[in-house]
């Protein structure tokens, strides 16, 4: 099988670029550098993944890019202009599970509508967004009563309900039961890309190479030390995905030959 894999410039018109960081490097304590070099685009209506050995950076690059820490060098851009404090059009969903367990469903997603809008309007908002990450008729639960699945959506719903254009995704499904997580692997793709929301594009760190190969339309492969892009894959299967189709694991196959070291091969 012939993969399709690149590095650099993809063959999308410029003016589709939504999100953008350019010669991207951070650094612990000026001494430490962590990454480097890191040059990323997403596209207009695409899911793009970082995928990289643990310790390389993914989690601190995804926290760069939604301007929560500043780089040590490079620049982030959105529409072309660039970023330099965080964004209400850049929303970023945690790998732990962040609700207000004193907060019903309807109010943690109200939350980020607080001094925006009217009361009314940011209650109908939040509705719609819990109805699009399948929750309608669970407005008034408490996290405590819902699954963890549960309360992941209505992560998920209120990070929409932001209106932002682009959205983050650090480890989403990382400390869900795997049948939870793959329920709504099966769901997110259509639920964040859905015509009733403005986002234009997603950003999802993973180690989960099925995940990343059920999901995403491009892979960066974060590697090195420091840790650089080293790796650019185009996924080129149609939706629905299935893991028992033989191009599906050598997409997975690629991934994993990428993140083993040289040496180890």
């Known amino acids: 099988m012939s ?4 590095i650099g410039e993809t063959e999308k018109a410029v003016e589709e670029i939504q999100l953008e960081c350019k010669d991207l490097a951070y650094s612990f304590l000026s001494s430490h550098v962590i990454f480097k070099d890191v040059n990323i685009k997403t596209y207009t209506d695409e ?6 050995p643990s310790g390389c950076g ?12 500043p780089p040590t060098a490079g620049h982030v851009f959105l ?3 660039e970023v330099k404090a965080p964004s209400s059009r850049i929303s970023l969903v945690h790998q732990s599970i962040a609700t207000f367990p004193w907060m019903t469903s309807l109010d943690n997603v109200k939350i980020v509508l ?3 809008v009217k009361d009314d309007e940011a209650t109908d908002i939040a509705k719609k967004m819990i109805a699009l990450v399948g929750l309608q008729g669970h407005e008034d639960d408490y ?4 699954s963890g699945g549960m309360r992941q959506r209505i992560a998920i719903a209120r990070a929409l309900a932001a209106s932002p254009t682009i959205m983050l995704m650090d480890e989403p499904f990382v400390h869900l039961d795997e049948l939870t997580a793959n329920t709504l692997r099966n769901e997110i793709y259509s639920i964040l890309f859905n015509p009733e929301n403005d986002l234009k594009s997603v950003i999802l760190v993973s180690h989960n190479l099925h ?4 999901l995403a339309d491009r892979v960066y492969v974060m590697g090195g030390t420091p840790a650089r892009i080293i790796n650019e894959i185009k996924i080129d299967l149609p939706r629905p995905r299935s893991e028992e189709e033989p191009v599906f694991y050598e997409y997975v196959k690629t991934l994993y030959h990428d993140l083993i070291p040289k040496e180890s091969r």
């Not at 993969?3 to 690149?6: A, F, Q, Y």
């Not at 899911?47 to 990289?52: E, K, P, S």
């Open 143 to 146: 996290p405590k009563e819902m």
């Open 58 to 69: 993914k989690s601190t690059l995804i926290r760069v890019l939604a301007n929560l820490i």
């Open 114 to 116: 607080r001094n925006k």
């Open 211 to 214: 995940e990343v190969v059920q």
């Open 79 to 81: 529409n072309g202009i």
């Open 3 to 6: 993969m399709s894999v690149t």
């Open 47 to 52: 899911l793009v993944a970082i995928v990289g």
